[in-house]
């Protein structure tokens, strides 16, 4: 038995670009369909930022590897709201000079900075993003005061919270998809079918007809296909799903080519007093080095803990029994490398690969020294850097011996931040689709998604994702009538 | 320029590695009468075979070494009550017998002279230091900030990293002493392989690696020499550690250019430089480089081309802010002036 649903725009994913396209167009009289391949988990059901999280919220239990030397473990949410409703929830603007420059060098038609920025602001009021009223947690404390000791520019990162007055760093309310704009779209009029996983686009030469869906919640096999016909697809997968929907709809010009991401290294830092917050992270961000190198707190939860010591388990294991007084930090680059994104037949997930150029594992390393110098100038008394045979460090002599022994290769390489495998822009040599993000070959497949960011913004990409995914569902809207 | 607080000058001032080639300018300076010059006595530690006799005469030559402990007490003999500094100047970049002279002259000897120090009183210790405890910068557009993680580069950044430790370790034990950090410094009273540099930029052979834009931070031995005292004189904490540099870096296109120009305008022929070499090049030589001073051997050119195509370059703003320092002469006066005195020398570029 096929089930079979009709609209006029399917929008194939729910998190910052989906859920925005389709409380844009919902609101403007379209008849909008999202399906989602995740469930909808209620914020406040899960704890955040917990190995109970991953496994329900994250794609493959949390984490996925692109193929490399190093290879580089990377999450992508998997639920609806995406991203939104697993990350930090820190909120940075695109930088203006990033916009000026992805404006001229792909080209990008009507993409005034200006109007970008315009656009954050009205995210930023309906996201409530501020900063946080009250105490900041002691990871926070500890990236701030160490980066001061040091003289390096270092600043609170807003969030989409609410807070009531006053209220402390931990105590605040996500403003993620499920709680803004899926509920807008929804009251707009539009569908949503969680836990649907899309198999297939059809297509009719230039023109996507129809999708093939697996029904996930279906109790037998038989009774599980579900059909969607529509006028328009709008992909808005992330940036690995994006591409590989797109690739198995034969549409390959610049999709998957050119993934960008902001690898990081990781340490954990063992201080005298309880510093750890397991449901929150640091919403301080040393940004002396930026664009090159940024400095954050990463999710701290014991199991996590436990996974940053495996690096060098004989050595830093017996430090998981104090894990209330450890914290782990993250170095961030902004990457010369691109990688890939190919789908592989018969194969479900598509294989990534990514390849780190010289001046990225050389940042890699100096970002993790300074990093650590950070939490020894903070007072940490131990530093247990993420590296296979990394020793223990505890003074900035130890310091020298870590940084002489840092090789990439042996380092546990990961990332959050994925975009850029269908950028946009009118220069079709290096974009998938044109400067709104109707996908190159096609009259009526569009992406709106982190995949459109030609390149990694060298800051948290949410509001970036976001921005541009209200401007592109803007122009749609403006030019096909609900 | 910022407003500093300054000591007095000591009765004596004691500079190790006087006959060295930084030695030579710094206590050249600190005994005549331009604006470093000073009434005390300069005492200068002199190796017992080492050739002085280019040093002013009214330098006390002093016939030791710092890796003899004992020879360093008679650095003090008969200086009185007075106030007493000294800047540790002596260091081996270029070993010629065994890669053990990093280790015992660099670490070992900088633990022997900050022990006599202290066992002496001194009352303010200068050590110059290095970049190469730091290693280099890992994109083009960083700089090193002032306090920067160890990250040494080879046999010489261990032993210089070492004898920062050592000073701290001083410290620690009630010494005031501070450092400098000077990059790759230029200048009058260089050493002959500085003077090859010369000669293959003169010839069009200088040996650019990639394209040529890598930068690089260098000091003006002039403008070393103000910091150096600035960082004597100038009260501070002890432990602090400042970069000293030109006050901004180049790149190796425009080092190269630079001399060019200033060969011509010393009536040179200067050959267009079209020596350019893969970056892979420097790789290969870094690689050997490491390779034989594993094998405890030192060959300087494998050394120099490994270093080429690397990045350092510093930021100086602790050192304006905290010292004052403010760096008076740039790439192309200074490279003219090393030109002047090479040919003053009667030495052929």
């Given at each position: 038995?096929?089930?079979?649903?009709?609209?006029?725009?399917?929008?194939?994913?729910?998190?910052?670009?989906?859920?925005?396209?389709?409380?844009?167009?919902?609101?403007?009289?379209?008849?909008?369909?999202?399906?989602?391949?995740?469930?909808?988990?209620?914020q406040?059901?899960?704890?955040?930022?917990?190995?109970?999280?991953?496994?329900?919220?994250?794609?493959?239990?949390?984490?996925?590897v692109?193929?490399?030397?190093?290879?580089?473990?990377?999450?992508?949410?998997?639920?609806?709201?995406?991203?939104?409703e697993?990350?930090?929830?820190?909120?940075w603007?695109?930088?203006?000079?990033t916009?000026?420059?992805?404006?001229?060098?792909?080209?990008?038609?009507?993409f005034?900075?200006?109007?970008?920025?315009?656009?954050?602001e009205?995210?930023?009021?309906?996201?409530s993003?501020?900063?946080?009223?009250?105490?900041?947690?002691?990871?926070?404390?500890?990236?701030?005061?160490?980066?001061?000791?040091?003289?390096?520019?270092?600043?609170?990162?807003?969030?989409?919270?609410?807070?009531?007055?006053g209220?402390?760093?931990?105590?605040?309310?996500?403003?993620?998809?499920?709680?803004?704009?899926?509920?807008?779209?929804?009251?707009?009029?539009?569908?949503?079918?969680?836990?649907?996983?899309?198999?297939?686009?059809?297509?009719?030469?230039?023109?996507?007809?129809?999708?093939?869906?697996?029904?996930?919640t279906?109790?037998?096999?038989?009774?599980?296909?579900?059909?969607?016909?529509?006028?328009?697809?709008?992909?808005?997968?992330?940036?690995?799903?994006?591409?590989?929907?797109?690739q198995?709809?034969?549409?390959?010009?610049?999709?998957?080519?050119?993934?960008?991401?902001?690898?990081?290294?990781?340490?954990?830092?063992?201080?005298?007093?309880?510093?750890?917050?397991?449901?929150?992270?640091?919403?301080?961000?040393v940004?002396?080095?930026?664009?090159?190198?940024?400095f954050?707190?990463?999710?701290?939860?014991?199991?996590?803990?436990?996974l940053?010591?495996?690096?060098?388990?004989?050595?830093?294991?017996?430090?998981?029994?104090?894990?209330?007084?450890?914290?782990?930090?993250?170095?961030?680059?902004?990457?010369?490398?691109?990688?890939?994104?190919?789908?592989?037949?018969?194969?479900?997930?598509p294989?990534?690969t990514?390849?780190?150029?010289?001046?990225?594992?050389?940042?890699?390393?100096q970002g993790?020294?300074?990093?650590?110098?950070?939490?020894?100038?903070?007072?940490?008394?131990?530093?247990?850097?993420?590296?296979?045979?990394?020793?223990?460090?505890?003074?900035?002599?130890?310091?020298?011996?870590?940084?002489?022994?840092?090789?990439?290769?042996?380092?546990?390489?990961?990332?959050?931040?994925?975009?850029?495998?269908?950028?946009?822009?009118?220069?079709?040599?290096?974009?998938?689709?044109?400067?709104?993000?109707?996908?190159?070959?096609?009259?009526?497949?569009?992406?709106?998604?982190?995949?459109?960011?030609?390149?990694?913004?060298?800051?948290?990409?949410?509001?970036?994702?976001?921005?541009?995914?209200?401007?592109?569902?803007?122009?749609?809207?403006?030019?096909?009538?609900? | 320029?910022?407003?500093?607080?300054?000591?007095?000058?000591?009765?004596?001032?004691?500079?190790?590695?006087?006959?060295?080639?930084?030695?030579?300018?710094?206590?050249?300076?600190?005994?005549?009468?331009?604006?470093?010059?000073?009434?005390?006595s300069?005492?200068?530690?002199?190796?017992?075979?080492?050739n002085?006799?280019?040093?002013?005469?009214?330098?006390?030559?002093?016939?030791?070494?710092?890796?003899?402990?004992?020879?360093?007490?008679?650095?003090?003999?008969?200086?009185?009550?007075?106030?007493?500094?000294?800047?540790?100047?002596?260091?081996?970049?270029?070993?010629?017998?065994?890669m053990?002279e990093?280790?015992?002259?660099?670490?070992v000897?900088?633990?022997?002279?900050?022990?006599?120090?202290?066992?002496?009183?001194?009352?303010?210790?200068?050590?110059?230091?290095?970049?190469?405890?730091?290693?280099?910068?890992?994109?083009?557009?960083?700089?090193?900030?002032?306090?920067?993680?160890?990250?040494?580069?080879?046999?010489?950044?261990?032993?210089?990293?070492?004898?920062?430790?050592?000073?701290?370790?001083?410290?620690?034990?009630?010494?005031?002493?501070?450092?400098?950090?000077?990059?790759?410094?230029y200048?009058?009273?260089?050493?002959?392989?500085?003077?090859?540099?010369?000669?293959?930029?003169?010839?069009?052979?200088?040996?650019?690696?990639?394209?040529?834009?890598?930068?690089?931070?260098?000091?003006?031995?002039?403008?070393?020499?103000?910091?150096?005292?600035?960082?004597?004189?100038?009260?501070t904490?002890?432990?602090?550690?400042?970069?000293?540099?030109?006050a901004?870096?180049?790149?190796?296109?425009?080092?190269?250019?630079?001399?060019?120009?200033?060969?011509?305008?010393?009536?040179?022929?200067?050959?267009?430089?079209?020596?350019?070499?893969?970056?892979?090049?420097?790789?290969?030589?870094?690689?050997?480089?490491?390779?034989?001073?594993?094998?405890?051997?030192?060959?300087?050119?494998?050394?120099?081309?490994?270093?080429?195509?690397?990045?350092?370059?510093v930021?100086?703003s602790?050192?304006?802010?905290?010292?004052?320092?403010?760096?008076?002469?740039?790439?192309?006066?200074?490279?003219?002036?090393?030109?002047?005195?090479?040919?003053?020398?009667?030495?052929?570029?």
């Amino acid at each position: 038995m096929t089930v079979h649903h009709d609209c006029d725009v399917l929008i194939v994913g729910s998190g910052a670009g989906g859920a925005t396209t389709a409380a844009v167009l919902a609101e403007a009289g379209h008849h909008v369909l999202i399906v989602e391949e995740g469930p909808w988990v209620e914020q406040g059901s899960v704890v955040p930022f917990s190995l109970d999280q991953m496994d329900q919220q994250y794609r493959s239990g949390g984490v996925t590897v692109a193929l490399g030397m190093p290879s580089i473990a990377y999450t992508e949410g998997r639920c609806a709201g995406g991203g939104t409703e697993v990350n930090s929830g820190l909120y940075w603007r695109p930088p203006e000079a990033t916009l000026d420059s992805w404006r001229i060098k792909y080209r990008i038609k009507d993409f005034s900075t200006d109007d970008v920025l315009s656009i954050c602001e009205e995210v930023e009021s309906t996201l409530s993003v501020q900063k946080v009223p009250g105490e900041h947690t002691p990871a926070s404390d500890i990236l701030r005061r160490g980066a001061d000791r040091l003289g390096w520019k270092n600043d609170e990162i807003p969030r989409w919270m609410t807070y009531r007055d006053g209220a402390g760093a931990t105590e605040g309310h996500r403003q993620s998809m499920t709680r803004t704009y899926l509920p807008r779209a929804l009251a707009a009029g539009a569908r949503i079918l969680c836990e649907h996983r899309l198999n297939k686009i059809v297509r009719s030469g230039r023109r996507a007809v129809s999708a093939e869906l697996t029904d996930m919640t279906a109790a037998t096999d038989g009774q599980n296909a579900v059909t969607i016909s529509f006028r328009d697809v709008i992909v808005c997968g992330g940036a690995i799903q994006t591409p590989a929907i797109l690739q198995r709809t034969g549409l390959r010009h610049r999709v998957g080519r050119t993934l960008a991401v902001h690898p990081t290294v990781k340490l954990a830092a063992r201080f005298d007093d309880v510093v750890n917050t397991p449901d929150d992270v640091s919403v301080f961000q040393v940004k002396e080095f930026a664009p090159n190198i940024s400095f954050g707190g990463s999710a701290s939860h014991p199991g996590l803990v436990a996974l940053a010591l495996t690096d060098n388990w004989r050595d830093f294991g017996s430090a998981v029994t104090s894990w209330p007084e450890l914290a782990i930090y993250y170095a961030a680059i902004t990457s010369e490398g691109r990688g890939l994104v190919q789908v592989v037949p018969g194969v479900r997930d598509p294989l990534v690969t990514y390849r780190l150029t010289k001046r990225d594992r050389d940042l890699l390393g100096q970002g993790l020294g300074r990093l650590a110098m950070v939490m020894l100038e903070a007072g940490a008394k131990e530093v247990y850097p993420s590296f296979k045979g990394a020793p223990v460090v505890r003074d900035r002599a130890d310091l020298a011996a870590m940084t002489t022994m840092f090789a990439v290769a042996r380092a546990s390489v990961m990332t959050v931040h994925l975009c850029s495998t269908a950028p946009m822009g009118d220069d079709d040599k290096r974009c998938a689709t044109d400067s709104h993000g109707l996908v190159r070959g096609t009259d009526n497949v569009f992406v709106n998604d982190a995949a459109l960011l030609p390149e990694a913004p060298g800051v948290n990409p949410q509001a970036s994702v976001m921005a541009i995914a209200i401007r592109n569902a803007r122009r749609y809207c403006a030019d096909r009538a609900g | 320029m910022r407003e500093v607080q300054t000591i007095d000058h000591p009765t004596a001032t004691i500079v190790t590695g006087a006959a060295g080639w930084l030695g030579t300018s710094l206590v050249t300076a600190l005994a005549g009468d331009g604006r470093h010059g000073r009434n005390g006595s300069v005492r200068g530690l002199v190796r017992s075979e080492e050739n002085a006799n280019h040093l002013p005469k009214t330098i006390e030559l002093i016939r030791g070494d710092v890796t003899n402990r004992a020879s360093l007490d008679r650095l003090f003999d008969g200086l009185g009550d007075g106030p007493i500094d000294l800047i540790h100047a002596a260091g081996v970049i270029h070993p010629t017998a065994s890669m053990n002279e990093f280790d015992a002259v660099n670490h070992v000897g900088t633990r022997n002279v900050m022990d006599a120090a202290h066992r002496h009183g001194v009352r303010r210790v200068v050590h110059v230091s290095s970049n190469s405890p730091f290693g280099s910068n890992g994109a083009r557009n960083d700089r090193f900030r002032n306090d920067e993680p160890y990250h040494p580069y080879l046999g010489y950044g261990r032993s210089k990293k070492d004898a920062e430790i050592a000073v701290l370790n001083a410290v620690g034990k009630g010494l005031n002493a501070v450092m400098v950090r000077p990059p790759w410094f230029y200048g009058p009273h260089q050493p002959a392989r500085q003077t090859t540099f010369f000669t293959m930029v003169k010839n069009g052979k200088f040996p650019i690696l990639g394209d040529g834009g890598q930068v690089r931070s260098m000091t003006y031995v002039d403008n070393l020499i103000e910091g150096i005292v600035r960082a004597e004189l100038v009260a501070t904490e002890p432990g602090r550690g400042w970069w000293i540099a030109d006050a901004e870096p180049y790149t190796v296109n425009e080092i190269v250019e630079t001399v060019g120009d200033a060969l011509r305008s010393e009536g040179f022929h200067v050959k267009p430089n079209k020596f350019r070499l893969p970056n892979v090049v420097g790789t290969v030589a870094e690689k050997i480089d490491t390779l034989t001073q594993r094998a405890g051997k030192y060959i300087t050119q494998f050394h120099v081309l490994g270093e080429m195509n690397k990045n350092i370059a510093v930021d100086i703003s602790a050192a304006r802010n905290e010292l004052g320092y403010d760096p008076q002469v740039a790439l192309v006066d200074g490279m003219r002036n090393s030109i002047r005195w090479c040919l003053e020398q009667g030495i052929e570029l």
